[in-house]
């Protein structure tokens, strides 16, 4: 069901893990080249794909759709196609990925009678067109993030984690198509151009690498480029969620997993997080999870 493994390449390398559930399968990837290198990528199956981009840059042509895109991190997209051959560039060294591939008719079983959008899109498919949702690709929001880690992550084996693995599959195309809904519902957009969206998107990545020790607005703002309104609201736009309240959740996600997998003890957490008091942080995890960071420490 889990497979790992590591691939060399003339000019880099690639780490990905694989999971296969039921003829779903997902997969994560983090791939370095030297930047400016292009490589290829082909499958003959006729599956439906949902792709995740998490970190880096890059443009990749595809064939079958005879369209290319240019891609920063953070962003999501479903596709279809009979065959699947692309070219990737790398524009940063190092880019990571996931993905989620459905067999066709078991797409079509789940979105044949779901939103608008998808309708449309499995309509498309049983007319065996190549296609793919949506023209401008949708920024990764925080709860999208949040279940692709999980999926990362998966704390179980064998029969539980098929079904949890499975689960977490249909819950990213829910929330896949949910998003894509929700920005044709978007009157305007406030961040139009790229450099803004990939300070925005470097902002995110800065709160993941300085979650123990985070920066203030001031200092984020001076450190990527941006005055604080800009910021402020253009995080809001891409990821739907304030800066703080990005922060704060990564945070207790964090905790949780610091909790589960490692010897700490929720004292412990509390200082490496840099929560005031146990006392304040044992409150704030209660009222994020239901439930107290002395339980999860003693139900692993």
Same mark, same amino acid.
């Given at each position: 069901?889990? &497979?790992?493994?590591?691939?060399?390449?003339?000019?880099? @390398?690639?780490?990905? /893990?694989? %999971?296969?559930?039921?003829?779903?399968?997902?997969?994560?990837?983090?791939?370095?080249?030297?930047?400016? =290198?292009?490589?290829?990528?082909?499958?003959?199956?006729?599956? =439906?794909?949902?792709?995740?981009?998490?970190?880096?840059?890059?443009?990749?042509?595809?064939? *079958?759709?005879?369209?290319? #895109?240019?891609?920063?991190?953070?962003?999501?997209n479903i596709m279809y196609s009979k065959g699947f051959d692309i070219i990737v560039e790398n524009k940063t060294p190092?880019?990571?990925?996931?993905?989620?591939?459905?067999?066709?008719?078991?797409?079509?079983?789940? $979105?044949?009678?779901?939103?608008?959008?998808?309708?449309?899109?499995?309509?498309?498919?049983?007319?065996?067109? &190549?296609?793919?949702?949506? *023209?401008? %690709? =949708?920024?990764?929001?925080?709860?999208? *993030?949040?279940?692709?880690?999980?999926?990362?992550?998966?704390p179980y084996t064998g029969d539980l984690q098929k079904l949890f693995l499975l689960s977490k599959s249909i819950e990213?195309?829910?929330?896949?198509?949910?998003?894509?809904?929700?920005?044709?519902?978007?009157?305007?957009?406030?961040?139009?151009? *790229?450099?803004?969206?990939?300070?925005?998107?470097? =902002?995110?990545?800065?709160?993941?690498?300085?979650?123990?020790?985070?920066?203030? +607005?001031?200092?984020?703002?001076?450190?990527?480029?941006?005055?604080?309104?800009?910021?402020?609201?253009?995080?809001?736009?891409?990821?739907?969620?304030?800066?703080?309240?990005?922060?704060?959740?990564?945070?207790?996600? +964090?905790?949780? $997993?610091?909790? @589960?997998? /490692?010897?700490?003890?929720?004292?412990?957490?509390?200082?490496?997080?840099?929560?005031? /008091?146990?006392?304040?942080?044992? &409150?704030?995890?209660?009222?994020?999870?239901?439930?107290?960071? #002395? #339980?999860?420490?003693?139900?692993?």
């Open positions: 069901m889990e &497979n790992k493994q590591e691939i060399i390449y003339e000019n880099g @390398r690639m780490t990905a /893990t694989r %999971w296969d559930c039921d003829g779903i399968k997902m997969g994560h990837a983090i791939s370095q080249f030297a930047t400016g =290198v292009s490589h290829t990528a082909s499958s003959p199956t006729d599956v =439906v794909r949902l792709h995740f981009g998490l970190k880096g840059d890059y443009r990749f042509v595809y064939k *079958q759709l005879n369209q290319s #895109f240019d891609l920063i991190g953070s962003h999501h190092e880019i990571e990925t996931f993905g989620v591939q459905f067999p066709k008719d078991l797409f079509i079983q789940y $979105t044949q009678n779901a939103n608008e959008p998808l309708k449309q899109f499995a309509e498309d498919i049983l007319s065996e067109k &190549n296609v793919i949702l949506s *023209q401008q %690709w =949708v920024p990764i929001d925080l709860p999208t *993030q949040n279940v692709i880690q999980q999926i990362i992550h998966c990213l195309l829910v929330l896949s198509a949910d998003a894509y809904q929700t920005l044709l519902q978007r009157k305007s957009t406030f961040i139009r151009s *790229q450099i803004d969206k990939e300070k925005i998107i470097a =902002v995110r990545d800065l709160l993941n690498e300085r979650l123990q020790s985070p920066p203030n +607005l001031s200092e984020i703002a001076r450190m990527v480029g941006l005055n604080e309104y800009k910021l402020k609201r253009g995080f809001k736009e891409i990821f739907d969620t304030t800066v703080f309240g990005y922060l704060a959740e990564q945070r207790m996600q +964090l905790a949780y $997993t610091y909790l @589960r997998d /490692t010897e700490k003890t929720a004292a412990e957490v509390s200082v490496d997080l840099g929560f005031a /008091t146990p006392q304040y942080f044992n &409150n704030a995890f209660k009222k994020r999870f239901g439930i107290t960071p #002395f #339980f999860v420490r003693n139900n692993p």
